[in-house]
C-alpha cells in the first residue's frame, strides 16, 4: 500500500557528495522526510589576557571558528513510501538507509588526496545550506521494531562541519520549512488514530 498524503510536488531535502571543489559527485542521499528545523553554529577564537589592575580581561581575535548544520531526521517505514526519489517498502529495516550516512564518515581514496571521508552538502530544493562539508557526527535512536527485533523507525541527528572559507552562511536565513505548501488530504483508513496520522505528517 503506498502512503499517497505528501504531495510530490514538495521538494525533499538532500545530502549531496561533492568533490574539493563543491561539485556534486555519486548519487545523493534523499531524506525520507523533511526536518523540521535546521541548527546553525557558527563561531569566532577569541583568546583572553589578563591585565593588571583591570577588573575584567581583555581579548584578542584569533580568528574564525567552526561553523555546522545539525538536523534531526525520521527514518520510517511503518508505511510504504513511493516519490521522486524515494520508494520504501512497508516493513523494510531502516538501517539500510542509515548505512548510507555511515559510508559518510567512512575513510575513502581521493585523486591526488589523502584518505578522508567524503565531502558532502545539506541542499533542500534550491536552497544550498553549505557549498562543501563534511559530516562530523551521526546519532541513531531506533523506536519501533517488528516481532523480530528488525528496526522500522527511527530518529537520527546529524551534524555537518562546513569547510569552505568562502561560505556565506547568511543564506541560511531563507528557512525553506516556512514555505506554504500545497493543501494535503489523508485518506483515513480503519484503525488509524489522529495522533497517529499527526505523527505521520509532522513526526
Known sequence: MVNSNIDPTVAKAEIV????????????IVCMYNPESLTINR????NPRDVPQRTLQKYTYQGGGAATVSAKLLFD?????????????????VRTYINKLYKLLQVTEHQNEKKR??????????????IKGFLS?????????LPDGTPIRAEVNVSFQIDDEEEDLDKVLQNPT??????KT?????GERLDWIAYQEYG
Open 17 to 28: 557528495p561533492v568533490d574539493e571543489k563543491g561539485n556534486a559527485i555519486g548519487d545523493a
Open 186 to 190: 489523508w485518506i483515513v483508513r480503519e
Open 77 to 93: 517505514s511503518t508505511r510504504s513510501i513511493q516519490e521522486p526519489g524515494v520508494t520504501v517498502a512497508a516493513g523494510t529495516d
Open 137 to 145: 557526527k551521526v546519532d541513531v535512536t531506533y523506536t519501533l521494531f
Open 178 to 183: 516556512s514555505r506554504t505548501e500545497a493543501r
Open 43 to 46: 563561531g569566532a577564537n577569541w
Open 117 to 130: 571521508p567524503p565531502y558532502c552538502r545539506f541542499e533542500w530544493g534550491s536552497q544550498k545550506y553549505f
